[in-house]
């Protein structure tokens, strides 16, 4: 299983970032893939994830309205568009892949059913 994240990078709060999540290794359309993020000195939190069997999604509320997950099974791909973007975005973000059977933990932003991550990239949002 391999993930290649991109995509992360320094922005002005108020602007905008996509990261991308190639995924490999699995059967990608069977499973739900998440984004989550973690800032120095606090723990891993998940940010949004999208069932690749139904399209279901998840936000947290922190980032409803301003962050869009969307798939391409063509290309094995998880996107996170981020717009207004604010200081407090500022972290490490993660995609993990859930294989199935797809908890409904996963999908209500819950970490530990997750099968397989990502090595981050970073984003930093400066005031």
């Known amino acids: 299983v391999q993930f290649v994240e991109s995509g992360g990078g320094l922005v002005e709060a108020g602007g905008s970032l996509r990261l991308s999540c190639a995924a490999s290794?699995?059967?990608?359309?069977?499973?739900?893939i998440g984004w989550f993020r973690q800032a120095p000195g606090k723990e891993r939190e998940g940010v949004s994830c999208?069932?690749?069997?139904?399209?279901?999604?998840f936000y947290a509320d922190s980032v409803k309205g301003r962050f869009t997950i969307s798939s391409d099974k063509d290309k094995n791909t998880v996107y996170l568009q981020m717009n207004t973007l604010k200081p407090e975005d500022t972290a490490v973000y993660y995609c993990?892949?859930?294989?199935?059977?797809?908890?409904?933990?996963?999908?209500?932003?819950?970490?530990?059913?997750?099968?397989?991550w990502g090595q981050g990239t970073q984003v930093t949002v400066s005031s």
């Open positions: 999208i069932s690749n069997s139904d399209g279901s999604t």
């Open positions: 290794g699995f059967t990608f359309d069977d499973s739900a």
């Open positions: 993990a892949a859930d294989l199935p059977p797809v908890s409904v933990a996963t999908m209500t932003g819950k970490i530990y059913d997750y099968d397989y």
